[in-house]
């Protein structure tokens, strides 16, 4: 029996990949990636050659879900993986999981675990955890209102993916809305300037104005 497998990345230590990922990702006939130039790098760095690349985002562009299908009815053996972390979170996977379920019931979906930048924040992050509400990436105009006010009288802790971009504008709604929560904020996990900087939203908005430069990279967000 052939298998689709759902393999988590790292977020920015490469070192971060299990051998079982690595084992799979050398076997497959086919892996799916986002951005063939990030995959390529990690699989140059464990030198696996692909026997076959292709990029798949759940839009217009790379090969259709229905192509994937196709592969997998005829017994190839293929891996999905995005460019960071563990697909489907935040990222392409979870439509294609569910069509591959109901055109092909006869194929086995296997995850890969490993790397998310949810999880690895939460484990550093020093809050309670037992319980969380994850939002992915906030909605930029509709809904965006209704959330900050969830997330004001939430008492679980609440978090979600920001971009450097909206970053100090996300900070300014938080002033807004929750000026007492405690707002934790995890910046390039695994990477070298890695940082996890805690505070009220106008404390950390004084930090990111005095530190301009670390208005950069990848952030995690979590509100408790
Ligand atoms: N699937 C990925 C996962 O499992 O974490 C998430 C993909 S999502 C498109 C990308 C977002 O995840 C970034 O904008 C950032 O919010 C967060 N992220 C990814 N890598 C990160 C890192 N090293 N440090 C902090 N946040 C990160």
Redesign the pocket.
């Known amino acids: 029996m052939n298998s689709l497998y759902i393999v988590a990345t790292p977020?920015?230590n490469l070192e971060d990949i299990t051998l079982r990922a690595l084992r799979v990702l050398k076997e497959v006939d086919v892996i799916l990636c986002e951005d063939t130039r990030v995959t390529q790098k990690l699989l140059a760095k464990y030198e696996i050659s692909a026997k076959q690349l292709a990029t798949y985002n759940e839009q217009e562009s790379g090969v259709t879900a229905g192509k994937i299908i196709q592969w997998l009815g005829d017994g190839k053996n293929v891996a999905l993986v995005?460019d960071?972390?563990?697909?489907g979170?935040?990222?392409p996977g979870g439509m294609l999981v569910q069509k591959v379920r109901e055109a092909l019931p006869e194929v086995k979906i296997e995850s890969v675990p490993g790397a998310?930048?949810?999880t690895t924040?939460l484990s550093i992050a020093g809050v309670p955890v037992h319980d969380f509400v994850f939002l992915g990436f906030l909605p930029h105009k509709k809904g965006r209102e209704t959330l900050f006010k969830e997330i004001a009288t939430s008492e679980r802790t609440m978090v979600f993916?920001?971009?450097p971009h909206r970053i100090i504008k996300t900070l300014e709604s938080l002033q807004e809305f929750s000026p007492n929560k405690r707002v934790t904020i995890?910046?390039?996990?695994?990477?070298i300037h890695e940082e996890i900087k805690s505070g009220t939203p106008v404390e950390l908005l004084e930090y990111f104005s005095k530190n301009p430069n670390k208005v950069r990279g990848?952030?995690?967000v979590i509100v408790s």
């Not at 960071?84 to 697909?87: D, L, M």
């Not at 995890?186 to 990477?191: G, H, I, S, V």
């Open positions: 977020i920015g995005s960071a972390g563990t697909p979170i935040s990222d998310s930048a949810l924040a993916y920001e971009s995890a910046r390039e996990l695994t990477k990848e952030f995690v």
